[in-house]
């Protein structure tokens, strides 16, 4: 399994910044010494023309050359440097890496992304290009040319707050699913549709969450039934713990742990790539997060490692 980083590339944030910058590093570390079967990997910088899949022109090179407002930078919660670009630019960068490491290994992973506030002309909720949506466009233009065939995808979206950005890029596009499962009076509190949105109140626990997860996934199926996705990307936020700053909801670290699991099994089940992105996480003890985070990389490989297994032992047979 690979996974691709890009926690050196860190932005020079204002003492006092809530966002929790050192959970990238303490997480790569952390894989590095406990998980070496998983091959990291730097992250490359997406380019204007693979950004330009999903973002405006104008707003890319806004971006590059430092002309956002001060609005837009406060909306996005960074100050801009070119640090912050290039660190925007890898992280989706990762993604792409990642979905092609899916489609040729079965998964691939980002340890950061899941940038899904970001919409096509502006960035928002310390999201500045929208990782998923660029590496679903960009794949399913290299399927086609490779291939010739149409790439269906779907996006399971599991931070605690919703995929707006993500669901506002595809709202007109059939061939992207967009399913968000998210606390419903979190962040952003003006919702875009998604193809499947549900909602969760405050102090949701883990039999509500994971019930709520069942039914989300066996609609996603059942949407379907013409013709799997090809390629599944999993937002798979640390958010919705107990212990976060910010989820509001009351999921235990194993739920999220079975979460991970019913996500990852499903789509192994069905012969469907999966390319993670660790998106949120800002627990009161980024300990916690992290360890959230790492065991959602030691489920994916374990899951590969099972599958690839399989397939091995099949083909001797």
């Known amino acids: 399994m690979q996974a691709f980083h890009s926690d050196t590339f860190v932005l020079p944030l204002p003492d ?23 091959h990291l990997c730097e992250a490359p910088m997406a380019s204007d023309g693979e950004l330009a899949l999903a973002h405006s022109p104008t707003y890319v090179n806004h971006v590059a050359d430092g002309l956002l407002s001060a609005a837009q930078q406060r909306e996005i919660g960074f100050p801009w440097s070119p640090r912050m670009v290039e660190r925007a630019r890898r992280s989706v960068g ?11 290994d079965g998964v691939g992973a980002n340890l950061a992304g899941g940038t899904h506030h970001a919409h096509a002309d502006k960035g928002s909720g310390y999201c500045v290009f929208n990782d998923v949506a660029v ?26 707050h919703q995929g707006n950005g993500t669901a506002a890029i595809f709202r007109d596009d059939p061939t992207v699913f967009t399913l968000s499962v998210h606390g419903e ?3 952003p509190f003006r919702k875009e549709a998604s193809d499947l949105d549900v909602n969760l109140p405050d102090g949701c626990g ?17 949407q379907h039934l013409n013709g799997l996705p090809g390629l599944v990307f999993y937002v ?12 509001r909801l009351n999921v235990t670290a194993a739920a999220l742990a079975e979460r991970d699991r019913r996500v990852f099994l499903a789509a192994q089940s069905r012969g469907i790539p999966v390319a993670v992105s660790m998106a949120g996480g800002y627990g009161k003890n980024i300990a916690d997060t ?12 374990e899951i590969t490692s099972a599958s690839a297994m399989f397939k091995k032992n099949a083909a001797a047979e």
């Open 94 to 104: 990762a993604t792409v890496a990642a979905a092609r490491a899916a489609l040729r």
């Open 135 to 160: 590496a679903a466009r960009l794949m399913q233009a290299e399927v086609h040319r490779q291939h010739r065939r149409l790439l269906r995808v779907a996006v399971i979206d599991l931070d605690v």
């Open 185 to 187: 009076k979190n962040f």
């Open 206 to 222: 883990d039999d509500d969450y994971l019930h709520a997860l069942d039914g989300a996934l066996e609609r996603l199926w059942s």
């Open 290 to 301: 992290v360890a959230i985070h790492f065991s959602t990389l030691k489920l994916a490989s």
């Open 236 to 247: 798979a936020g640390a958010d919705p713990h107990e212990g976060d700053r910010l989820g």
């Open 16 to 38: 006092g910044h809530s966002f929790p910058m050192s959970k990238y590093r303490l997480l790569r570390e952390r894989v590095e010494a406990e998980l070496p079967h998983i």
